[in-house]
T-cell receptor, first 111, second 112 residues
Framework: DAKTTQPPSMDCAEGRAANLPCNHS???????VYWYRQIHSQGPQYIIH???NNETNEMASLIITEDRKSSTLILPHATLRDTAVYYCIAPHPYNTDKLIFGTGTRLQVFP | EAQVTQNPRYLITVTGKKLTVTCSQN?????MSWYRQDPGLGLRQIYY???????DKGDVPEGYKVSRKEKRNFPLILESPSPNQTSLYFC???????????FGPGTRLTVT
């Protein structure tokens, strides 16, 4: 698994875009980047994943740099309900079921 | 509704009293796993199962047992709980060709 590094906390105003960075400088060519979030003490929730192209779904966008050493999760219009801990994970390509959660980024959305 | 359920959601017990936390999924997923979450340590995998009758240790298996007799169920067994097993436990499942893991709501266990 590639080691990922995220800032411990971030703030974002409601309605603004939240941009959460993640460094994964040791990622290999076939390791995907996954994002999950955990609201309070609920079960983690899958958000999005990508390999090298930018990805977008109904929840968020994922921007991966060309060298794949970092990525940014974008919540385009953050709401109070987006307040959570966000985890960036890069599991081994042959063991994508084993997710190693670090400490993530605690995003606080304020009114 | 696709979901992973866990029971009980909250449990307070005493040292040495055997307990089982149940986990069930209704998505016909092959893969299931158990995690524990402790402050400052993130989520750590306890055991996982690739399919019926196939289980393997995760990163912190000591003091736990699991079984996978049916595809939908993956119970976590603590034969002799100790206070250091006080934690928040999550069950998760995913399909073999899927990227998304689905997590249960969690079981908060306190061992006194």
């Amino acid at each position: 698994d590639a080691k990922t590094t995220q800032p411990p906390s971030m703030d974002c105003a409601e309605g603004r875009a939240a941009n959460l960075p993640c460094n994964h400088s040791t990622i290999s060519g076939n390791e995907y980047v996954y994002w999950y979030r955990q609201i309070h003490s609920q079960g983690p929730q899958y958000i999005i994943h990508g390999l090298k192209n930018n990805e977008t779904n109904e929840m968020a966008s994922l921007i991966i740099t060309e060298d794949r050493k970092s990525s940014t999760l974008i919540l385009p219009h953050a709401t109070l309900r987006d307040t959570a801990v966000y985890y960036c994970i890069a599991p081994h390509p042959y063991n994508t079921d084993k997710l190693i959660f670090g400490t993530g980024t605690r995003l606080q959305v304020f009114p | 509704e696709a979901q992973v359920t866990q029971n009980p959601r909250y449990l307070i017990t005493v040292t040495g009293k055997k307990l089982t936390v149940t986990c069930s999924q209704n998505m016909n997923h092959e893969y299931m796993s158990w995690y524990r979450q402790d402050p400052g340590l993130g989520l750590r995998q306890i055991y996982y199962s690739m399919n019926v009758e196939v289980t393997d240790k995760g990163d912190v298996p000591e003091g736990y047992k699991v079984s996978r007799k049916e595809k939908r169920n993956f119970p976590l067994i603590l034969e002799s709980p100790s206070p250091n097993q006080t934690s928040l436990y999550f069950c998760a499942s995913s399909s073999q060709d899927g990227y998304e893991q689905y997590f249960g709501p969690g079981t908060r266990l306190t061992v006194t």
